[in-house]
């Protein structure tokens, strides 16, 4: 299978199963669009008279185009599923909803304030450190273990956070094992201890900011209804200067309220941040602030937009990160990661404060995906084994999309909320997904072409 676009004023193909790029002139792209379908005789004939170009010289292209097939570089066969019986994976990071309660009043959480419909709580310190335990004890041969404090707002149990840590780094020797924390955070209670604590132990820090004062404060209130830009960027901004260097996100989510999104994304690259990332916010059709399909083509000029914007500005020496359009041509995730994706339910759980385990924190509050607790263990092996079983090769859809290896089959929490099963695809998400591929291959092809000039 192969996808052809063009963009930039560049013809790309992408041979989807071997993940070769090809940049082609108007005759090769028009050719290879008409191989697969149509004959020799046919490409000729039609061929000779759109370009006023020689049998012969048509002959070489398509000469061309065989050699790379026989290179398994353009239309390389598909592969074939894994084995049904392939074992699980032993376990790798661990959500740890550290907090059910939040200071801020976002219009589009997808938590219910924080609560995630049980109510406000903080996880006391022995669940938190049984959790890394049940951590250490389900994750086999691995030695780097992923934490993400989440909520709510994981601030406002910011000491059992230091304890957790502080336990963790006292075991890590012992068992063999290295952790890599990351704090996922609102920024409202940043202070000098956070500061000082997050850059000596935090891996990653994600910091919550949806763009200009206005679109920002639009949703992201805190009680009172008032808006928190003011408060957050000095904060953040400290922050981020205190890592020196060291991972962090600014983290956005766009809505129908600001579809022009991509001028809050420079706002925040105007104020000094270079690791950015702007969600579609996910939700349901009736809310006023959904995404529709009839915003898909504002949304695909914006992110083709964003795009330009970024190889601009990486010419003029000023360069920002989208994670969106980080892509290693390369190297990238081993082939199971492609067919199976991020290990939802599998190599990554979400623990409750009260210890509940959830396939992930989107997950988290509906009964029917509770699979354990980090006391007893998976309980619910029929669940957990629905998760390993999805797959690019399960879910109907994804069969004949060039993008499969690339998205993995797209977010099971996002199919589920779209369509009520985990099998199901989040169609809007799915285009948003293929258009930032689209914008992120181009991005390395410009990138390589400058290079070799």
Same mark, same amino acid.
């Given at each position: 299978?192969i996808h052809?676009y ?22 090769a792209?028009?050719v ?5 379908? #149509? ?10 008279s759109n370009?006023n ?7 070489e292209?398509?000469?061309?185009? #065989? #050699? ?6 353009l239309?390389?066969?598909t592969?074939?599923?894994p084995?049904?019986?392939? *074992?699980?994976?032993p376990?790798?990071?661990l959500?740890?909803?550290i907090?059910? =309660? +939040? ?5 589009y959480?997808?938590?219910?304030k ?10 006391? /310190? ?8 049940f ?9 780097n273990?992923?934490i ?7 601030? /406002? ?13 006292r075991?890590?020797q ?12 609102n920024g ?13 132990? =935090? ?7 949806d763009?200009? *004062? ?17 408060i ?6 400290? /922050?981020v200067?205190?890592r020196?260097?060291?991972g962090?996100?600014i ?9 022009d999104f ?8 105007d104020?000094?941040?270079s ?6 916010v996910?939700?349901?059709?009736d ?6 399909e ?7 000029? %914006? ?27 390369t190297?990238?995730p081993?082939?199971?990661k ?6 939802v339910?599998?190599e990554?759980l979400?623990v409750? *404060?009260?210890?509940?385990?959830y396939? +992930? ?10 699979i354990g ?6 309980k619910?092996?029929?669940? %957990? ?9 399960t879910?109907?859809?994804c069969?004949? +999309?060039?993008a499969?290896m ?6 099971a929490?996002?199919?589920h909320s779209?369509?009520?099963s ?7 998400g +799915? ?10 291959? =181009?991005?390395?092809v410009v990138? %390589?072409?400058?290079?070799? /000039?």
């Amino acid at each position: 299978m192969i996808h052809s676009y063009k963009l930039n004023g560049l013809n790309i193909v992408l041979d989807t199963m071997s993940g070769s790029i090809h940049v082609v002139d108007d005759l090769a792209f028009e050719v290879i669009n008409m191989y697969e379908r #149509e004959d020799t005789a046919s490409i000729i004939s039609k061929c000779k008279s759109n370009f006023n170009i020689t049998e012969d010289e048509l002959l070489e292209v398509i000469s061309d185009i #065989e #050699e790379l097939e026989r290179q398994g570089k353009l239309f390389s066969p598909t592969l074939p599923p894994p084995k049904s019986d392939a *074992p699980s994976t032993p376990l790798k990071a661990l959500c740890i909803n550290i907090s059910h =309660m +939040c200071n801020m009043r976002c219009g589009y959480c997808f938590a219910g304030k924080g609560e995630y419909g049980g109510g406000e709580s903080l996880m006391p /310190l022995e669940t938190g450190i049984r959790a890394i335990d049940f951590l250490v004890e389900n994750s086999g041969e691995r030695r780097n273990l992923d934490i993400d404090f989440f909520g709510g707002e994981p601030l /406002l149990n910011w000491d059992v956070v230091k304890e957790i840590v502080n336990y963790s780094r006292r075991i890590e020797q012992e068992c063999g094992k290295n952790f890599r924390f990351t704090l996922t955070t609102n920024g409202l209670l940043i202070d000098d201890d956070v500061i000082d604590f997050t850059s000596k132990e =935090m891996y990653n820090v994600v910091l919550s900011l949806d763009g200009k *004062p206005g679109v920002n404060d639009f949703m992201r209130k805190i009680p009172g209804h008032t808006g928190s830009y003011d408060i957050v960027v000095p904060k953040i901004k400290k /922050l981020v200067d205190a890592r020196g260097g060291k991972g962090y996100y600014i983290r956005g989510t766009f809505t129908a309220h600001n579809i022009d999104f991509v001028s809050d994304v420079l706002h925040i690259a105007d104020l000094g941040f270079s690791e950015l990332s702007m969600e579609p916010v996910v939700a349901s059709s009736d809310m006023p602030y959904a995404l529709s399909e009839a915003d898909l083509p504002k949304l695909f000029e %914006q992110y083709e937009l964003l795009a330009m914007e970024m190889l601009k500005r990486e010419e003029q020496g000023c360069p920002f990160s989208f994670y969106h359009y980080t892509l290693e041509l390369t190297g990238g995730p081993c082939l199971h990661k492609r067919i199976a994706g991020c290990g939802v339910g599998t190599e990554y759980l979400a623990v409750t *404060p009260t210890g509940e385990l959830y396939p +992930c924190h989107q997950f988290v509050g509906d009964q029917a995906f509770l699979i354990g607790d980090v006391w007893s263990g998976i309980k619910n092996k029929n669940l %957990q084994n629905s998760f390993i079983s999805r797959d690019i090769y399960t879910i109907p859809e994804c069969v004949d +999309c060039w993008a499969r290896m690339y998205c993995s089959g797209g977010c099971a929490a996002n199919s589920h909320s779209a369509t009520g099963s985990i099998g199901g695809i989040y169609k809007l998400g +799915c285009e948003l997904f293929k258009k930032r591929m689209e914008c992120a291959i =181009m991005m390395q092809v410009v990138r %390589q072409l400058n290079s070799t /000039l």
